[in-house]
């Protein structure tokens, strides 16, 4: 996609990769980046990474099969984007330039920083937003963020809760208690514990993730938690509400998927995978045609082994490349104690069938670097509210070359629309990109 409006020929080139998750998913993430464009006479391009959205090299009705799925990787991503700006430069602009700018946001920021480590020749400069660089396979610190993101009697009441609701999950008579809570769409098992459990912390231990302005969805999340006396009760609107952020947030990628050649091409298998979970909520189990959510962890792992199933692509590259896996153990966050790693690592051998399938970890950090990014031109901005910055570069931690800004709200803050209500530090980090960005351009 490109946007060229406000471009002025011989001016710079803005170039967004997106993620994750189909292009159009990422707008709300990228508008300062067209706000700078119009600002610096640039033109913006957004570029989809393959195998998301409508940017699949094996187009039909098995887009995301095993096999397919080989073609996928971050170092793929990088040498298609090295491919796209040199090829756009030389058949696309009337004024070719050198001043082409990448921006990403999460993931895909630490894409746009390996991008300057791996092809410094292409572009002028990286902007990495909440851009993780550390490949972990037992990332712990992620639930335990939310100890320091949120008020200390919202931690408290989401410890006291989780306490609860693990000491039912322990029992028949305590499984059928909160499959009434929780709106379980079929009776909790003991088989069902684990899938079940992590559901539950995922869902509302991720809420400081997207603490932005104008929503705050922590600050929702713990006056759901602290409002009354009751915190199990309390837990269970955080979960329900915070289901809900997912569910919208998911409506861009159901939409695609929905007009896809591949779900129009094995609709018979799309309607079973219907039947068993959701098409496009990896993190929400919420039904909202039967006004339930699926707990079963069979459902879960045979929807991600249909070959026509986008969130394969995601859960590939974890299992392939970076892990980010999040379990729970005793004294690694208030939420639950018994949900090991190595029950997320199987997940991969089984939606894959792959034998003893593990992320390769170490491989991915010796490529790139991990915390020791030996770029240049390279500017982090992170979220300290945010469990992603303890896998980026952050202030005052920057290797030589990178320079990185923090700020006192959530993922990718400094990339979506200015409010009224935005903290000053996130107002200064904003601000310091746009100083960073406009001196490449002057240099």
Request: hydrophobic fraction near 40%; charge should be negative.
């Amino acid at each position: 996609m490109t946007l060229d409006e406000y471009y002025k020929p011989g001016g710079p080139v803005f170039i967004f990769l997106s993620g994750e998750a189909p292009m159009e998913f990422f707008a709300f993430q990228t508008v300062q980046i067209r706000n700078w464009a119009q600002e610096q006479g640039a033109l913006y391009i957004n570029l989809e990474h393959r195998f998301y959205g409508k940017s699949n090299p094996v187009p039909g009705g098995s887009p995301y099969s095993t096999d397919n799925l080989r073609l996928l990787s971050s170092q793929q991503a990088l040498a298609d984007a090295a491919y796209f700006i040199e090829r756009y430069n030389a058949t696309k602009l009337a004024q070719p330039t050198d001043k082409w700018i990448m921006f990403g946001c999460s993931y895909s920021a630490g894409l746009a920083a390996w991008f300057r480590l791996k092809y410094p020749h292409i572009v002028l400069a990286s902007i990495a937003p909440s851009g993780p660089v550390q490949a972990t396979l037992n990332y712990t610190s992620f639930f335990g963020q939310f100890s320091n993101s949120a008020p200390s009697k919202c931690v408290a009441a989401a410890g006291d809760a989780a306490q609860q609701i693990q000491k039912l999950a322990a029992s028949t008579d305590g499984l059928a208690q909160l499959s009434k809570m929780f709106s379980a769409c079929a009776p909790l098992t003991q088989e069902n514990t684990y899938y079940f459990l992590w559901t539950l912390m995922t869902a509302v231990g991720s809420a400081d993730q997207m603490n932005n302005p104008p929503t705050w969805i922590l600050n929702t999340t713990c006056q759901f938690l602290t409002n009354t006396s009751d915190t199990l009760a309390g837990f269970v609107k955080a979960f329900n509400f915070n289901q809900g952020q997912e569910a919208a947030a998911a409506m861009v990628r159901e939409q695609q998927l929905l007009r896809s050649p591949a779900f129009q091409q094995s609709k018979s298998e799309a309607q079973q995978h219907a039947r068993l979970s959701t098409l496009t909520r990896p993190h929400s189990t919420l039904r909202a045609e039967v006004g339930c959510n699926s707990f079963d962890e069979d459902a879960f792992i045979k929807s991600l082994m249909m070959s026509n199933n986008p969130n394969r692509a995601w859960w590939w590259q974890k299992c392939v490349e970076f892990g980010y896996f999040k379990p729970g153990y005793d004294g690694t966050s208030v939420f639950f104690t018994n949900l090991p790693v190595e029950h997320i690592v199987a997940y991969c051998e089984r939606i894959f069938g792959i034998p003893n399938m593990t992320p390769h970890i170490d491989a991915t950090n010796r490529y790139y670097g991990g915390y020791n990014l030996h770029a240049t031109n390279v500017m982090f901005s992170n979220g300290l509210l945010d469990p992603w910055h303890l896998l980026s570069i952050n202030e005052g931690t920057a290797p030589q070359g990178v320079t990185a800004t923090d700020y006192e709200a959530g993922h990718c803050g400094t990339l979506i629309d200015a409010t009224d209500n935005d903290p000053p530090s996130l107002v200064a980090s904003r601000e310091a990109l746009y100083s960073f960005i406009k001196k490449q351009l002057q240099d």
